[in-house]
């Protein structure tokens, strides 16, 4: 069978499989970089924003059980099936249910600005290390899983920027882009969703509070 290539982005041309890939990419990721907004929600009220992250991850456990036991629940399991990735393929899509505790456990553990620097870190540093290490990505990184320079690069400076906006602490903010860079770049699949906030969360207590 013969691939046709797409042009999916301007100057990118991929085939129909590698097309379909990246959407899915793109979805998930879009999806992901909803987290960011759990520290504006937290401020405003930090035990409802609490409340509505454990309400909404034990939600999705239900309805992604509902869905293998092929019983779709509206809009969540469609969107489930196309943000998964192939490794997930008749599995529990685990991603969100870590993503929502990761979340969880950065505003149970930290105050600010510590809870929402890990957050951040979390939806933006995993966020754009995966999407444009997907996209661009050419040198990989051994021993990592196939991450690539590309997408370390894109982590380290979207956590920067997302620190330093919080914290206006230069030194800092490259001290927490740097930790979690080299986080994101250990093969921990999912679970990287909860590493980064609980260990981020503890060094941005340590340098900004």
Avoid: W
């Avoid at 997930?88 to 993503?99: A, E, I, K, S, Y």
């Avoid at 490259?174 to 969703?193: C, M, Q, R, Y």
Wanted: proline share 4%; hydrophobic share 55%; charged share 15%.
């Amino acid at each position: 069978m013969i691939q046709q290539n797409v042009q999916f982005l301007p100057g990118l041309k991929v085939s129909d499989s590698r097309a379909l890939e990246i959407r899915g990419e793109i979805l998930r990721k879009s999806l992901h970089f909803l987290i960011a907004l759990v520290p504006a929600l937290a401020s405003f009220n930090l035990l409802f924003t609490m409340i509505l992250l454990g309400l909404g991850t034990a939600f999705y456990a239900f309805a992604e059980t509902m869905r293998l036991l092929g019983r779709e629940v509206f809009l969540v399991s469609r969107l489930t099936a196309l943000a998964a990735r192939k490794r997930d393929q008749g599995r529990f899509v685990l991603g969100p249910v870590t993503l929502g505790m990761g979340a969880l456990l950065a505003l149970t553990f930290y105050p600010n600005p510590a809870a929402a620097v890990a957050i951040y870190a979390l939806a933006f540093g995993d966020g754009f290390a995966s999407l444009i290490g997907k996209l661009f990505g050419t040198v990989r990184i051994p021993f990592t899983g196939g991450k690539s320079v590309e997408g370390s690069l894109a982590c380290f400076t979207a956590v920067f920027i997302a620190s330093f906006l919080t914290t206006k602490s230069f030194g800092g903010s490259l001290v927490i882009a740097g930790v979690s860079t080299l986080i994101e770049l250990l093969p921990l699949k999912d679970f990287d969703n909860i590493v980064i906030p609980s260990v981020i969360g503890y060094l941005a207590v340590i340098l900004f509070l």
